[in-house]
Structures are given as structure tokens and as C-alpha cells.
């Protein structure tokens, strides 16, 4: 029964992601992926170090920072749909910077609903500093700054001139190779020479709002103490919903202990939030 | 005086406005079209002073707080356009400057970027091989060596901080079950992208929330090793001074494939190069020999190896095929492995023994022969295997064989007399079984388990035969074992902290042993059961946060041995306070019934994922087999008659143990702590009696005590920047045990120490270095007489590399051990290579043993015998070899 459904929504997956060929907004120029590490406390107040890989799509005008799976180098094959169910961990957005022109675009699922904000592009200003390091192979320099209460110590490579960067992080004279805060870090993993399109495909369920409201909501519903034991804690009528919806959108992955619904992953318990901007 | 001040702060603003400048501007391509994220800077040097980015229209605007002095440059950069630079001197308040870029084709290193050399998930240390590769590493053995805290022996048994590891998976499946090293001795390094290594492993899912202390390990495979069959062709020649074989080759191919459902390794060997074909079936995890009461009775005649140099003349074949389907998306998998393996090996060796015989002088007898043995190992498993979060279900079919041929004439002589003898052992034995295990966890996380696992092994024929100046004599031996297991048990959580389990098991063997010593009609037959049904409730109690943990049990045992024994044949016997008696022409059932407990206790605190408190204590009794009623004579080799006491045997130990183990993953740093404690009681006493050449051994009744304490430490520390790995152990035991020459019991004390030190590194770019030292120290005392026996080894590398892909080497061994009590040997062996890497292809031209040492020595107190061992090493050898990878 769960494997027909998983088809059925796999099927649906493709069709979205055929159709997404048409939401081309740029092409890339580049690939980078991104190993990112949060360190945080479990549930019961155990240290935990949760980990996703971030896909940025780096293209003439914009960027597009994602999660794994949301990207092109996501396989759907079962194996991979756990990657899904950790990524849930990490409330890790997807960010089109400078989508429209002179502005961010922020998609991201708080359960059940899909929430989109807009911004006028931040700037970042950076300290650089004269110190160099050699990593992953870059001779890499050095820069600090503090965006929205986080201080971040980056290195950026001049090898790769792009200013672009994992999640919001950007603007600085060289592609960003490692950022690291005190709960957060980035690692680029990978360059791929991938000239694939950026998409943005609207979403006309999503619910559209600045991204200063939708920020507080995600600091109100992720920071509440409540939140690491009882995930679900600000539905009430959870249980309704679970009933609401119909067998065929309930998806149990039984090798991750994941339940999806609606193809959107339920987490039984979750871990502390760190927020990445205050 | 307002004027003035006004004035004064208008100049000054005048001053301040006039240093700060600013450059703007408009980047376009060669078109005229605006091109947006081009990276503007301005730079001094290499000191870039400000920098800034156009947007979507191509314009810009860097601006610096004051104007530098003399030129600067102003750069643009652009991922998709050659670099363009302009030289200025920015003395204008703003300056103008339009740049049109030049299209470039975009050349990025694709995947270039080494992720971070290791990170830990939870339980679970990842690292990137590629991090650690030296240049001259080929396999993923040669990686494996390299990362923190792991060991690989020189039969390529792996262990993460001295706990060898219990299962080796690539891509997540079990595919090799112990015979792992057909992957790490044929995956090519660069084939590999990650080595995950777990702590804490579970091989069982729904024991994930039980505390575990094992340690597997995870192939992660490169997208090129993935969805296509690759593998390698192995081709070799070479010549052996002195060799029973001179010419010397090797031919093998292996083949293996990894998509996301399906795993297959095969492989075809053949060759008489050292131990090339045999070491790749090496089973780390037992299981492929095939041991039966009757084999076990008669060792072999190879009298040991050296641990250093090559000794050994051997032909070797083997093919295998191995195969693993997942039958579901994740949990289910069916497996297939099937091999055959064939070993000859012969060498030489001269042994000289000095036993203690009754009349408190010693006899020395000295032993010159040169082993043969051949031995074929076919063998079939097929594992059907459900691991999920809930339900574990494993239920394998086996059948296995051994055949095998030894010979090994003897030239002895004791006291002026002189004798040569012949040895000749032919045995076959299978074995065909059936484990079926089953465990599942409900809701509330009571977890229970059925364990099935059935399997006969027979020996048909096990035949040997002497003769020596005319005389010919003869043993013979068979047996047949059906052996069932049946154990079960259900654990309970009561409350969050607290656990109950309720094992029930019972363990039956069915035997029927038989031997016959032709020459004077010894014979002794046994039938029977060993029957020990089990109960061994005990409790398990964690803190809220799993950081402690608790353990006990109380391990009760109803052993219970039911044989009928027929000795001689006019001597049938019976047994009489747990002794045999000889009792001619009267039946012969013996019934022996014992309960015995075991209990025992663990606990565990775990400070973090990397620092762990172990301690474990119990107290064991075993109960002695049938083989302790053998009591008619048996010729074990042509100078050794063994009988048993008749005396069901019982022996009861107390062990401790404690250790500690710290991880600074990051800091590449691992440290290990660990002591140890016996305490060991027997209800008999080994004996050994001594007549010329003759040796005859039993055991008394009497109660024999013996203790032995042992400490650990050993430390690993990596440093990626020069390819550095150190490594430091050390061990000192100490005990005492007693021993018996004919009826005279001797108390032996020992104590022992060893220190192991090792080093590689790269100290620049093409030269590595690595050097291990290992000096060790052991004392045995009884009586008036004390031995001291030390040893110091040394042995390193120099790798040169003039180019990337030649790899210069030269290693060597230097040994220093004592061969008596003033007498010290050295010895050093150099071995030399060449390894050329070209693409696919890797030549190597091994030169062993370059000085042509054709001997190696060494001495072993055994409590009160001396043994001094002389082996015949093999000559100096050539071999080219050839890699080609498919």
C-alpha cells in the first residue's frame, strides 16, 4: 500500500520537477555544496551535532541556496527520501538572493503550511582580514561580521570570484569555503560546473508575508521550550489533522523511524533551536 | 570668535570630505551588455583596501574612507570572464572607470574541494580517505592504516582503539561477512569517498537502545565504483634463490559491482608468491574452519612461523564468488557466498626443547623437519536477512569442508642417539548448519529474541601414520557432533530506567568420538550427550540520560553430561566420583549432572560520544567435555602418547576488568585506558612426564589456583598537514600458575612487559618515513631458577617519491632476541620496492630479503620447558608484478 502511494507522490515529484523546467529564473553558473553542522541538545538536553548538505546554485543575476533535497543532485529513490526526515532537524530554508531584483525570497515549511517572505536584499558588512589559511586545497582569507546578532568568522577564497555563499551568507570578494558561528558551521564540499536553471516555481498555497513577520513566527513557534519535546505542541488539533488527512498521504519510512504527511516530514521529537539570525 | 570656530570646523569637514574617495563605474561584456556580480577591488599589493559588486545593470561603487598613497589596482573578477585590472592613482574625489570583459570558458575543478578530513555524527566518525592518502597508498587497506585510531594487523584484521571491528559493510551491506579483506586488498583507494566508523553498533536494529561496546565499519564508495562493474587484473613473475619453487608468479582477476540493490565481489587467484590468493579468504571472524573433536585431538606438525620474515613455500588458488540482492527498500537483503580455497605450504624448521623430566634434570631434545601440508576448503553459506527498527529476522544455511594432508618427517636425537622418522596425517571433515535468529521490539520496548542455530559436523576418517627403522604404527580417529542451540529471552522495561531480561536457553551436542592406537589396540569410543539447559535472569538499569548503565546476571547452568564410553575393548569402563574407572567386562554409562552459576555485573558511564568508563566483572565455572575421559592412550605425533585423566575437569575464574577510552576526534587524538584481573581455580593439574625423547602428559586431581593482572595504555595522534600518524602502547602483566612434572607440582611466577611505539609521517612533499619499535621483556621464576627473556625489534620505511607516481621504497626489520640465557642474536632483514602508478596501471618490483638471511630464531619459556625455535627463511626473491585496473 505505502509503496504505491510513495509512487504515486514520487510521480507527482517528477511531473513538479518537469514542470519546474518552465519556472526558470537564471542559469547557474555553478554549483556548490555545502556540509552544514549544527550543534545543539536533543530532547533531553544531550549534546547533538545534526548535519545536512546545502546546495547553492550560483547564476548570473541571483543565487539560490536550498537543502539537498530540494535540489537537482537529490535522487528520489526511497534510500534517499530519509535525508528528507533529517533535514527537518534543521528548519533550513531555501533562499533566492536577489529574486526579484534587489530583493530575498525565503521559502520554508513550518507544519503544516509553506510560508514565503520577502526582503529587500541585507547587506553584510564584512571586516576582512589580512590572515590567509590554506584549506580544502584555497589559499582562503579570512573576514568576520555579525548578521542579526550572529557573529560569523568565514574563509573565502578569491580562487573562485563569486560573492556568493551557503544560505544568506554572502558578499564577500570570493566564494565563501567555510563559515563558522557558535552553534552553526558551513563547509563547501563540493564545486560542480553545472549549468543547470534556476528555478522558482510559485507556490500559490504558500502563505506570502515580510520576512520580518515570518522570521518572528519561526522564532515564536521553533524557540518555544516546548519545542524539543513536543514539536507539534502549537497544533493543538494535530491529532484532528492527522485524521484529516487521508490514508494515502500518510507515509511511514520505517528504516528512519520518519512519518510524512502529505509528503512533509512529522518529527515525534525534535532538537534544541538554534536560531541562525536573531 | 564664532566666525573662527565656524570657519575652523568648515576646513576641517573640507579636510575629511577630500580624504575619502570613491570609484564607480559601469562592467559590461564585450557586447555592451550590463553584467551583474562582478567583483570590484581595490588593491595595494596584495592588501585589497575595499571591494564591492555590480548589480543587475553592471555599476558599481567602491568607496574608501581616505585616498592611498601612490598606485593602486582596481580589479574586476567574474567566474564567467577573464580578470581585468587597471592601474590608478586615486588623488580625485571620485573616479570613473568603465570596464568590458572578456568571455572565458569556465574551467572549475569539478568536486575538487577535500571535505573536512573527519566528522562525527553522533556515534558514527566520518573521514575523508582522500584527506589521508599518502602518494604511494594503492588500496583501501593502505588508507585504512592511515586514519586515527585504527589498526590493521598483517593479516588485515581491522580495529578502531584495539577493538577489532565486528562487521564491515560497504554501503551500508554486510557483503563479505569476516572476509573482508577481498575488499580492502582489492578496492582501489580512490574507489573511496568515506570510512564511517561506528561505536557503539549495533548489527541489530532492535537492540539500538542497548549499550554496546562494538565496532564496525562503513565503505562509502566513489560515484565512479558505483553502477558499473569494475575491478582488477593481477599479473606477476619473479625468482626465489634457494625456493622450492624458483620461478615465482601470480595471476588473479577480481570483479565486483555496488549498485544501490545489488553487491557482488568474485574472484580467481592462483599463485605461489608468499601468502598472494590465501590472504584475501583470510575469515577474521572465524567460521571457516572446520574443527571437530576428532581433529582437535591431533595438532598439526608445522611446529609454528616466525613473526618476522618470510618462511613459508606456499602454492595458493582460490576462487570466490559473493553476492548480496536487497529484497526491499532498505531492510531486507538475501546473500550468496561460495568459495573454494587450496593451500600448500611447507618450510623448515629445527626445534630444540629442554623439559624438567622427573628426576629434576633436564632433557633436551633436539628436532630437525620440514612440514608439508595441503590443505582444500570449499565452502556455502546463503543468509536470508530482515533488520528493521521492530522485527530482526536471520536465518543462514551452511555447508563447509575441510580436507587435508600433512607430512612431517622428523630428525630427532637426544643424548647422542639420533632417529628419522616418518609422519604422514590424511583428514576429512564437513560441516552442514543452520542458524536461524529472530528478535522483535514492541511498542512499549520490550525486546525478545529466539535463537536457532543446528549444525552437524563429521569426521569420517582422520588417519596417521609413523614409522621409523622399520616400525610402522598407526592412529586413527572419527567423530560425529550434532550440536542445537535454542535460546530465547524476553526484556521488559519497567518504568524509564529499568529493564528486566529473562533469557532461557538450552545447549545440546550429541557426540561420538572414536579413536584406535593400531600398534597396542588403545582404543577409546564415546557416545553421548552434553546437555545444559540455562536461566540467566538478570536486570539492566540506566540513568534518564543513558550516560550510566548497569548490568547483572546470574547466569545458572544445569550442565549435565550423559556418555556411554567403551574403552579397550576388553577394558570397558564406568565412571565413580566423577572418575573413570576401568572395570573389565562391566557396562559403561556415565551420568554426571552439576549446577553451576555464573553470575556477572557490567557497567558503563559514557562522559560523551568520545569518552567511555567500562567495567565488567564475573565469575565463570566450565565444566570439562568428553575429552577428559579419554583414558586409553592416544600417539598424538611420533614422540608424543596422550591420555586423559578420566577426570571430569572443573575450573572456576574470577575476572575483572575496567578501562577507559577517550576521543578527541577532532584533534585527531585517541587514548585508551585498561586493567584487568583473574583470579583462576582448577580441580586439576596439567602434568607432563619425560622419558628420552618420549613425552607422555595428563592432568592430577588436585586443586590448582592461578592469578594474572594486566594493565594497557596505548594512544593514537594524527596530524593531517604532514600526512603524520604516532601511536604508542604499552603492557605489563604479571601472575602466577602451577604445573606439574610427573607428581612434583612447581609454582611458576611471570612477569611481562611491552612497549610498542610507531611514527609515519611526510615531512616534505616526497619523502615518507615510518618507523615502529617494539621492545619487549618477560621473566619466569619456579624454585631457585629464574629466566629472563627480552627481545627489541625495530622496523621502518623510507618512501621517495621523484615524481608523484614512482614510489621509491626501502624497508627493514632489525630484531634482537635472546636465544639462551647470555645469548643474544641480531638479524636484519631489507626489503626493496619500486611502484610506478600510470592511470589505470600499477607496476611494482618487490625485492625481499635482500641480504638473503636464511634464518630466524628466538626463545619461549613455557612456565618450566624451554623452547628455542630455528626457522629456515626464504631466500632472497624478485617479483614483478602488474595491477591493471578494470
Known amino acids: ?278 | 570668535m564664532n566666525r573662527i570656530l565656524h570657519i575652523l570646523i568648515c576646513m576641517l569637514l573640507a579636510v575629511t570630505a577630500s580624504a575619502q574617495v570613491k570609484v564607480t563605474g559601469r562592467v559590461t561584456d564585450l557586447q555592451n551588455k550590463p553584467v551583474g556580480d562582478v567583483i570590484v577591488k581595490i588593491v595595494s599589493g596584495t592588501k585589497t583596501l575595499a571591494y564591492s559588486t555590480t548589480n543587475t545593470r553592471g555599476e558599481y561603487s567602491v568607496e574608501l574612507k581616505e585616498a592611498p598613497k601612490g598606485e593602486v589596482s582596481l580589479t574586476f573578477s567574474h567566474i564567467s570572464y577573464e580578470k581585468e585590472s587597471e592601474n590608478l592613482t586615486l588623488t580625485e574625489k571620485q573616479t570613473k572607470v568603465d570596464m568590458a570583459l572578456t568571455p572565458k570558458t569556465i574551467s572549475l575543478k569539478e568536486v575538487m574541494v577535500k571535505a573536512d578530513p573527519l566528522r562525527q555524527k553522533g556515534d558514527t566518525l566520518v573521514h575523508n580517505l582522500a584527506s589521508f592518502l599518502g602518494k604511494g597508498d594503492v588500496t583501501l587497506e593502505d588508507g585504512l592504516k592511515r586514519l586515527p585510531g585504527v589498526d590493521v594487523s598483517k593479516n588485515g584484521g581491522i580495529s578502531y582503539m584495539g577493538t577489532p571491528i565486528s562487521q564491515f559493510n560497504i554501503e551500508g551491506l554486510d557483503l563479505l561477512g569476516g572476509k573482508y579483506n577481498l575488499a580492502t586488498r582489492n578496492i582501489s583507494a580512490d574507489y573511496v569517498s568515506q570510512v564511517e566508523i561506528v561505536r557503539n553498533h549495533h548489527s541489530r536494529k532492535v537492540e539500538k537502545d542497548l549499550p554496546s561496546n562494538e565496532v564496525s565499519m562503513n565503505i562509502r564508495l566513489a560515484k565512479k565504483a558505483k553502477f558499473k562493474p569494475f575491478g582488477q587484473e593481477e599479473a606477476g613473475v619473479g625468482h626465489m634463490q634457494d625456493g622450492d619453487d624458483e620461478l615465482q608468479a601470480l595471476l588473479g582477476v577480481t570483479g565486483m559491482m555496488f549498485t544501490d540493490k545489488f553487491q557482488t565481489i568474485c574472484s580467481l587467484k592462483g599463485g605461489n608468491y608468499k601468502s598472494f590468493a590465501r590472504a584475501d579468504m583470510f575469515d577474521h571472524f572465524g567460521g571457516s574452519d572446520v574443527s571437530t573433536p576428532a581433529t582437535s585431538l591431533f595438532g598439526g606438525f608445522d611446529g609454528g612461523y616466525p613473526p618476522q620474515g618470510q618462511s613459508i613455500y606456499q602454492r595458493n588458488g582460490m576462487v570466490t564468488l559473493n553476492a548480496i540482492q536487497k529484497l526491499d527498500s532498505s531492510t531486507t537483503t538475501f546473500k550468496v557466498n561460495a568459495d573454494y580455497s587450496y593451500h600448500r605450504a611447507t618450510h623448515d624448521i629445527s626445534q630444540s626443547s629442554t623439559y624438567l623430566a622427573n628426576n629434576s634434570e633436564y632433557v633436551t631434545v633436539s628436532e630437525q623437519t620440514s612440514p608439508l601440508s595441503k590443505i582444500h576448503l570449499p565452502k556455502l553459506s546463503m543468509n536470508y536477512l530482515k533488520n528493521a527498527d521492530n522485527v530482526y529476522l536471520s536465518d543462514e544455511f551452511f555447508v563447509k569442508g575441510k580436507f587435508e594432508q600433512n607430512e612431517g618427517d622428523v630428525l630427532s636425537s637426544v643424548e647422542q642417539t639420533t632417529q628419522q622418522t616418518e609422519q604422514r596425517r590424511r583428514m576429512s571433515s564437513f560441516e552442514i548448519g543452520n542458524s536461524f535468529y529472530w528478535s522483535d521490539r514492541t511498542a512499549k520496548g520490550t525486546v525478545r529474541y529466539v535463537s536457532v542455530p543446528i549444525s552437524f559436523k563429521r569426521t569420517p576418517t582422520l588417519k596417521l601414520n609413523f614409522g621409523h627403522d622399520g616400525n610402522r604404527y598407526a592412529q586413527t580417529a572419527q567423530s560425529s557432533t550434532l550440536k542445537m542451540n535454542v535460546h530465547s529471552t524476553f526484556t521488559i522495561p519497567i518504568g524509564k530506567t529499568f529493564r528486566l531480561r529473562l533469557p532461557v536457553a538450552l545447549d545440546a551436542i550429541y557426540d561420538d568420538l572414536e579413536t584406535h592406537r593400531v600398534a597396542t589396540g588403545d582404543m577409546n569410543h564415546i557416545r553421548g550427550w552434553n546437555l545444559s539447559p540455562n536461566l540467566d535472569p538478570g536486570f539492566e538499569i540506566h540513568s534518564r540520560n543513558r550516560r550510566f548503565y548497569l548490568s547483572a546476571g546470574l547466569g545458572a547452568t544445569l550442565k549435565g553430561l550423559y556418555y556411554n564410553l567403551r574403552n579397550s575393548e576388553s577394558h570397558p569402563s564406568s565412571l565413580e566420583d566423577g572418575r573413570v574407572v576401568t572395570e573389565e567386562g562391566k557396562a559403561n554409562q556415565m551420568d554426571y549432572t552439576k549446577l553451576v552459576l555464573n553470575p556477572s555485573m557490567s557497567m558503563n558511564y559514557t562522559f560523551s560520544a568520545n569518552s567511555k568508563l567500562s567495567f565488567n566483572t564475573g565469575y565463570t565455572t566450565t565444566v570439562g567435555d568428553m575429552m577428559t575421559l579419554l583414558t586409553q592412550p592416544m600417539q598424538v605425533d611420533y614422540r608424543t602418547v596422550r591420555t586423559s585423566s578420566g577426570i571430569i575437569g572443573e575450573s572456576n575464574s574470577w575476572n575483572t576488568s575496567a578501562g577507559w577510552k577517550w576521543q578527541l576526534p577532532m584533534q585527531y587524538f585517541t587514548l585508551s585506558i585498561g586493567a584487568g584481573h583473574t583470579e583462576g581455580k582448577r580441580n586439576t593439574l596439567y602434568s607432563q612426564t619425560v622419558n628420552g625423547i618420549d613425552i607422555s602428559s595428563s592432568a592430577l586431581l588436585r586443586d590448582t589456583r592461578s592469578r594474572s593482572t594486566n594493565f594497557t595504555i596505548a594512544t593514537t595522534k594524527n596530524i593531517p598537514a604532514i600526512f603524520a600518524k604516532f601511536g604508542a602502547e604499552g603492557n605489563y602483566s604479571f601472575g602466577n600458575s602451577e604445573q606439574a612434572i610427573g607428581t612434583t607440582v612447581i609454582k611458576t611466577r611471570n612477569n611481562n612487559y611491552n612497549l610498542r611505539g610507531n611514527a609515519a609521517f611526510t615531512p616534505i612533499a616526497w619523502l615518507e618515513l615510518r618507523y615502529d619499535i617494539n621492545y619487549g621483556w618477560s621473566q619466569s621464576r619456579y624454585a631457585d631458577s629464574k629466566n629472563t627473556v627480552t627481545s627489541l625489534t625495530h622496523s621502518g620505511a623510507i618512501h621517495i617519491f621523484p615524481v608523484a607516481e614512482l614510489d621509491l621504497s626501502l624497508d627493514y626489520d632489525h630484531v634482537r632476541r635472546q636465544i639462551t640465557t647470555n645469548l643474544y642474536k641480531n638479524m636484519s632483514l631489507f626489503n626493496a620496492s619500486a611502484q610506478y602508478k600510470f592511470k589505470q596501471l600499477v607496476l611494482r618490483l618487490e625485492l625481499d630479503n635482500l641480504l638473503n638471511q636464511r634464518h630466524y630464531a628466538y626463545t619461549v619459556f613455557d612456565g618450566i620447558n624451554t623452547y628455542t625455535y630455528d626457522y629456515g627463511l626464504c631466500g632472497r626473491t624478485i617479483m614483478l608484478k602488474a595491477t591493471f585496473k578494470l
Request: proline share 6%; glycine share 4%.
Open chain 1, 1 to 278: 500500500m505505502n509503496k504505491s502511494i510513495i509512487t504515486i507522490i514520487i510521480a507527482l515529484a517528477l511531473t513538479i520537477g518537469v514542470q519546474a523546467q518552465n519556472d526558470s529564473i537564471d542559469q547557474a553558473q555553478f554549483m556548490a555544496v555545502y556540509d552544514y553542522q549544527c550543534r545543539t541538545l536533543d530532547d533531553e538536553g544531550k549534546p547533538v551535532i545534526d548535519s545536512m548538505e546545502i546546495v547553492v546554485q550560483v547564476g548570473r543575476t541571483m543565487t539560490k541556496s536550498m537543502p539537498w533535497s530540494q535540489s537537482s543532485l537529490y535522487q528520489k529513490t526511497f534510500e534517499e527520501q530519509g535525508k528528507i526526515y533529517n533535514e527537518a532537524y534543521l528548519h533550513m530554508q531555501t533562499v533566492w538572493t536577489g529574486w526579484p531584483e534587489g530583493q530575498t525570497t525565503t521559502r520554508e515549511l513550518i507544519f503544516p503550511y509553506n510560508f514565503e517572505g520577502k526582503e529587500a536584499t541585507p547587506e553584510m558588512l564584512w571586516t576582512l582580514s589580512d590572515d590567509t589559511v590554506t584549506m580544502n586545497g584555497y589559499l582562503c582569507h579570512k573576514a568576520t561580521t555579525v548578521f542579526r546578532g550572529i557573529e560569523w568568522h568565514v574563509c573565502y577564497t578569491e580562487e573562485i570570484p563569486s560573492s556568493a555563499g551557503p544560505w544568506r551568507l554572502r558578499g564577500l570578494p570570493g566564494l565563501i569555503v567555510q563559515a563558522e558561528s557558535e552553534a552553526h558551521t558551513f563547509t563547501l564540499t563540493q564545486v560542480r560546473q553545472e549549468t543547470s536553471p534556476i528555478t522558482y516555481q510559485p507556490d500559490p498555497e504558500a502563505r506570502k508575508l515580510s520576512y520580518k513577520k515570518l522570521l518572528k513566527y519561526r522564532h515564536e513557534i521553533y524557540g518555544n521550550k516546548q519545542y524539543a519535546k513536543n514539536p507539534m505542541y502549537y497544533l493543538p488539533e494535530f491529532q484532528d489533522l492527522m485524521h484529516s488527512f487521508p490514508d494515502s498521504q500518510l507515509t511511514v519510512l520505517t528504516k528512519f523511524n520518519a512519518v510524512f504527511l502529505d509528503w512533509r516530514p512529522v518529527l515525534p521529537k525534535a532538537h534544541v533551536y538554534q536560531p541562525l539570525e536573531q
